[in-house]
C-alpha cells in the first residue's frame, strides 16, 4: 500500500476531527468524567473516553490501511507490514479534560519508514486544528503558521510541563526556579502536542519538558519544527524521553544552553 503524505494527513485529520467530536461530547454529558485506571503514577490518570477514543482511532484507520502498524498510548502497539506507522494520542492532556479545562487534544502522526511524515492535532474544546507534512509547511484552520521572530531569551515566553512521579517533578521545580529569572515568564498548560503547537503558531517563544513519550511528540514535533521551530534534545541529542525543546531559532541557543547547564534532562 502507498505511503502518499498528503493523503495519510487526510486520513488523520479525518479520524482526529471524529474522535474530538466523541470525547467532547462525551465530557459534555457528565459533571464529572469517570476515571477508568492510572498508569505510570495514581496521578497519571486514564478516563473511559481515553479508551474509547482510541478504539474509535484504530478503527477508522485499520479499516482505511489495515496493514499499517500502531503506536497508541492506551492499549499499546500492533506491528505492520507497509512501513507506516500510526502514532496516536487519544486525548494528550488528560488531567485537564477530567476536571473540564478546554486544553486538550487528539494526536495522530504518521510516521513511514522511522520518520514522521505527516501529524495532526486537534483541540475539540475550542475546533482549533494544527496540520504539517514533511517539508510541507505547518497550517492552522488552513492558514501558514510560523513561530515567533522572539530573539533574546529575556524576553521569551516559555512552556513547560511536569511529569506524574513525585521525584521527578520536584527536580523538573528545581530547573524550573533557575529558568524562570531568565526569561519573560512560564506558561504551564498540560497538555505537550498543545505547546508544541503553540510554539508554532508564535503563541509560545519555546517549550521544553522531560519525559514525553513518542504519542506526545510525534504530531505537535513536526508541526513544530515545519513552523521553522527548532526542535531537539540536549547534548547533540534528538528531541525525546530525556528533554524535548521546541523553541524559535532566536531563542534555542540560550535556552538549550541554560538547561544543559542545570541537567535538566537529568533526574
Partial sequence: ????????????????????????????????MAVAGTKSTPTDVVTESDTAAEALIRTRLFAARPDDGFLGEEDGSV?????????????????????????????????VDGVVRAGVVHNPASGETWTAVLGGGAW??????????????????????????????????????????A???????????????AVASGRLDAYYERGLNPWDLAAGGLIAAEAGAVVSGLRGAPAGNDLALAATPGVAGELTALLERLGADRD
Fill in 79 to 111: 506491528a505492520g507490514t507497509t512501513g507506516v506507522d500510526w502514532v496516536v494520542d487519544p486525548i494528550d492532556g488528560t488531567v485537564n479534560y477530567l476536571y473540564g479545562l478546554p486544553q486538550y487534544a487528539v494526536s495522530i502522526a504518521a510516521q
Fill in 140 to 181: 492552522l484552520d488552513g492558514r501558514p503558521v510560523r513561530v515567533s521572530a522572539c530573539s533574546s531569551l529575556s524576553l521569551a515566553l516559555v512552556g513547560t510541563g511536569f511529569g506524574y512521579d513525585a521525584g521527578r517533578r520536584a527536580r523538573q521545580a528545581a530547573v524550573l526556579l533557575e529558568v524562570v529569572p
Fill in 183 to 197: 526569561v519573560r515568564d512560564i506558561r504551564r498548560a498540560g497538555a505537550a502536542a498543545l505547546d508544541l503547537c
Fill in 1 to 32: 500500500m502507498t505511503a502518499d503524505a498528503a493523503e495519510l494527513l487526510a486520513l488523520a485529520e479525518k479520524t482526529a476531527r471524529e474522535a474530538g467530536d466523541l470525547v467532547r461530547d462525551r465530557r459534555e454529558a457528565v459533571e464529572r
